[in-house]
């Protein structure tokens, strides 16, 4: 089955303490991106990435980190997690981004974070 | 940079009523895109329009496109209690422009 997964669903953390929320396709898209969803803010891009090894700053990237090392994986880490991080995060892919092809985005089902 | 703006923010609307959401672009979209995000769950894709006064239709759904590409609208008729969500359009602007989400318009239906 085709998808995106995200791990872990939840997480309740402390102010600091370094956490990584993994992403995986299975669908071999190059394009992967992360949003944040808060009230009232709609979704709002972190950080995305092209293909492996090309990542690039979104809208909101202040205090997170991501690598592509491979295709299919796209982790957004928290190096120094503080409580205005606290969110529901998705992970997204597509097949590619250029206006001329079908880049419908995938979503995985979301990551629910809190932090204390 | 780039903002996509949505309204309305909610809607409640009588089961059975009509519902239209609207997007607009501070600059002109290279193509934009709906989705629908049910209570609990992701946002899930519904539909791409790339070409200037598109028009297209889904069972009760019908979008369009602007003739200037910067504005889209979402309309659905005849509501029913399976349309309960939020609502979200995502222009794209320029070749490798990113996707920018609008707000979202919060739909909810009376039975």
């Known amino acids: 089955e085709a998808q995106v997964t995200q791990n872990p669903r939840y997480l309740i953390t402390v102010t600091g303490k370094k956490l990584t929320v993994t992403c995986s396709q299975n669908?071999?898209?190059?394009?992967m991106s992360w949003y944040r969803q808060d009230p009232g803010l709609g979704l709002r891009q972190i950080y995305y990435?092209?293909?492996?090894?090309?990542?690039d700053k979104g809208d909101v990237p202040e205090g997170y980190k991501v690598s592509r090392k491979e295709k299919r994986n796209f982790p957004l880490i928290l190096e120094s997690p503080s409580p205005n991080q606290t969110s529901l995060y998705f992970c997204?892919?597509?097949?590619?981004?250029?206006?001329?092809?079908?880049?419908?985005?995938?979503f995985g089902p979301g990551t629910r974070l809190t932090v204390l | 940079g780039q903002q996509v703006m949505q309204i309305p923010q909610y809607q409640h609307v009588q089961e059975g009523e009509d519902f239209t959401t609207y997007c607009n672009s501070s600059?002109?979209?290279?193509?934009i895109q709906w989705y629908k995000q049910r209570p609990g769950g992701h946002p899930v894709f519904l539909i791409q329009?790339?070409?200037?006064?598109e028009v297209k239709k889904q069972k009760r759904l019908t979008f369009q496109f602007g003739e200037a590409k910067k504005n889209s609208s979402l309309h659905i008729t005849a509501t029913q209690t399976t349309d309960v969500g939020t609502y979200f359009c995502?222009?794209?602007?320029?070749?490798?422009?990113?996707?920018?989400f609008g707000k979202g318009t919060k739909l909810s239906v009376k039975p």
């Open positions: 995502a222009g794209q602007g320029g070749c490798q422009g990113n996707l920018i």
């Open positions: 997204a892919s597509s097949l590619s981004r250029g206006p001329s092809s079908y880049n419908e985005q995938f």
């Open positions: 600059t002109t979209l290279s193509n």
């Open positions: 990435s092209m293909n492996v090894e090309v990542t």
């Open positions: 329009l790339v070409k200037s006064g």
């Open positions: 669908m071999n898209h190059e394009y």
